[in-house]
């Protein structure tokens, strides 16, 4: 037996309403570190909500969240979590490199990265000083997912991340998610195609609409 | 791993929203020509006469920079909200109060600053003396940040609806008038001869205190906003 880590991310009967109809609930999991959790459902089952519950913006109506074992309290881990919705905070006369300067300047940086490098990886050298509005959709999205790259955080919650991206750039995000995952960060992504990743099986969170 | 200093936080999010003005330095023409329009048609409407403008201008000139601050006031955090920005504001581990003050700041220095450049010549079209012109900027250096502020407390708490800028009008104005009468008041003081630092101080005061809370409520509203 080893000594139990708690985990990073737990969930315990957690649900969440909408002028008193339930969106989803109530969930039980847990997410450890070195983890991905698929969170799968239909449209409309509430995955972009949980998402949303996860990373704060929206409250907790019933049930609790657990941060590293302590019940959750955002002033001591809105470092440690990235969030990656449907809009994606970028500024369209601001380029991506200019773009993830404000993430730095948020959240920090991981030790030897660069907005520069970041978006090397993401396939976007040469686009560092376009403006973002003249971007493709796809090419917006790899900026945002620079973000990833950048920022020091232990907690991906990625919502959809897969959407708009070529093939290309879906082998991008599932080898980011794999180097996430294996330097010990945990990941949770909504997506409601199929999903193929290498890095050891994922855990599987269903909504019910 | 390094943690982002406060202090360059602020900084991040003060250059980019002044980067943003810059790239679109149009808009912040706008208000500007929208003031020095409203300021020539006063003689038009009153007639030239330099004893009626006199007595008029500074009141004049205040009540014009307000009207033409708050054309611009509607977009302070409208394209944040579109663009996601805003949740990446509220997600980040600085204070949210603080971040929002920064684009304050930013907002008050792209819309009210120029006004204030511009409002010597304002005064002097409608034949301010030049003994009341330092008052007037005084005046003026302490209401348009208390407007900023103000403004922001009601931009965050009308976040949510669809074309807001006239709901917006009809909400701020009111709260207006306190800056208004101090302002004028310190202004017909200084135009009569008489000692205007009372009015002057009231301003002070109430600016300090709006400099403390409005960004509180500022951070409070747009988290309602954003949970809706």
């Known amino acids: 037996m080893t000594v139990a880590t708690p985990p990073l991310l737990a969930a315990s009967a957690l649900s969440f309403y909408r002028q008193d109809e339930p969106v989803f609930g109530p969930l039980q999991f847990e997410l450890h570190p070195g983890q991905l959790a698929l969170v799968e459902g239909d449209n409309g089952s509430g995955k972009t909500t949980l998402l949303r519950v996860l990373a704060g913006l929206l409250h907790v109506d019933e049930g609790e969240l657990f941060w590293r074992g302590e019940p959750l309290q955002r002033d001591h881990c809105a470092a440690e979590i990235v969030f990656l919705g449907h809009q994606l905070a970028l500024k369209g006369d601001l380029s991506p490199r200019e773009n993830l300067h404000i993430a730095v300047g948020l959240h920090g940086v991981r030790d030897g990265m660069d907005p520069t490098r970041a978006l090397r990886e993401v396939g976007l050298a040469g686009y560092e000083d376009e403006p973002v509005r003249r971007l493709s959709a796809g090419q917006k999205k790899r900026a945002a997912l620079a973000r990833l790259l950048l920022v020091p955080a232990t907690l991906w919650l990625l919502d959809e991340p897969y959407a708009n991206l070529d093939r290309h750039g879906i082998a991008l995000v599932n080898r980011l998610l794999e180097g996430h995952v294996a330097a010990g960060g945990a990941a949770l992504v909504t997506s409601h195609g199929a999903v193929s990743f290498h890095g050891g099986e994922p855990q599987r969170i269903r909504m019910h609409a | ?228």
């Open chain 2, 1 to 228: 791993m390094s943690q982002a200093p406060l202090g360059r936080a602020c900084a991040a999010v003060l250059r980019r929203d002044l980067t943003l003005a810059w790239r679109r330095r149009g808009d912040i023409a706008m208000p500007v020509l929208y003031a020095l329009i409203v300021t020539t048609l006063f003689p038009f409407a009153l007639g030239p006469e330099n004893a009626l403008l006199q007595r008029i201008a500074g009141g004049a000139v205040l009540v014009t920079v307000l009207l033409a601050m708050l054309l611009a006031l509607d977009g302070m955090f409208r394209s944040d909200i579109e663009d996601g920005s805003l949740e990446q504001l509220v997600l980040a581990p600085q204070p949210l109060a603080l971040m929002l003050g920064m684009k304050i700041l930013a907002h008050w220095l792209t819309t009210a600053l120029p006004l204030i450049v511009i409002a010597p010549m304002l005064a002097s079209m409608l034949q301010l003396p030049a003994a009341a012109m330092p008052v007037m900027m005084l005046a003026l250096a302490l209401a348009t940040p208390m407007l900023s502020l103000l403004g922001a407390v009601l931009v965050a708490l009308t976040a949510g609806t669809r074309r807001s800028g006239m709901l917006l009008a009809l909400m701020l104005l009111p709260l207006c008038v306190p800056v208004v009468i101090f302002a004028a008041g310190a202004l017909a003081a200084a135009q009569q001869g008489l000692p205007w630092i009372a009015p002057i101080a009231w301003l002070g005061a109430a600016l300090a205190l709006a400099l403390v809370l409005a960004p509180l409520a500022c951070a409070a509203a747009l988290r309602i906003a954003l949970d809706a």
